[in-house]
């Protein structure tokens, strides 16, 4: 079973899909490091050493994807400044990227239950209760959607591109 497509992307082979969202999101975040970065910033690592001592990656690395994760408006730089020191800067999420934080953690999820014969080292629960948290989709009204119940449409004036 497939996701259906609806309206003028019924014939798949009547377009071809530009911009694609996903591969956009895949080119600003597909890297390991940028991915570890994100991690990192979620769990609350804001500085530039703990970063490269976390992701086990070199300065030069962390640097580039601090750099472009910034760019993108996915972290953001605040100054700050220990006693008798120069002003350094650390990076924590904006809200752009806690936007990210349904696909982080539903990478988490794939990896502990298809990568991870026991189950994985981490897992989401409910803060206060303890219930696990699963990452579905769900419709507006709050059902839980299978992929059966998704179809793709066009958005807006878009329309295919003619090969």
């Known amino acids: 079973m497939a996701v259906a497509f609806e309206g003028v992307l019924a014939d798949r082979s009547a377009w071809i899909l530009e911009n694609c969202s996903m591969a956009m999101t895949m080119d600003a975040i597909g890297t390991r490091s940028a991915v570890t970065i994100l991690r990192e910033a979620l769990y609350g690592t804001t500085r530039f050493d703990d970063f490269v001592r976390r992701t086990k990656t070199t300065d030069a690395i962390v640097s580039a994807r601090l750099k472009q994760l910034t760019e993108l408006g996915l972290l953001s730089r605040q100054p700050y400044?220990?006693?008798?020191?120069?002003?350094?800067?650390?990076?924590?999420?904006?809200?752009?990227?806690?936007?990210?934080?349904?696909?982080?953690?539903?990478m988490m999820q794939f990896g502990n239950k298809h990568l991870q014969p026991d189950g994985g080292p981490l897992r989401l629960v409910e803060r206060g209760t303890g219930d696990p948290v699963r990452i579905v989709a769900l419709s507006a009204s709050g059902k839980e959607l299978q992929l059966e119940d998704i179809a793709i449409e066009a958005n807006g004036t878009w329309a295919p591109n003619r090969p």
């Open 81 to 106: 400044q220990e006693p008798g020191q120069r002003t350094r800067y650390e990076y924590v999420l904006t809200d752009k990227g806690r936007d990210l934080l349904p696909v982080l953690f539903a």
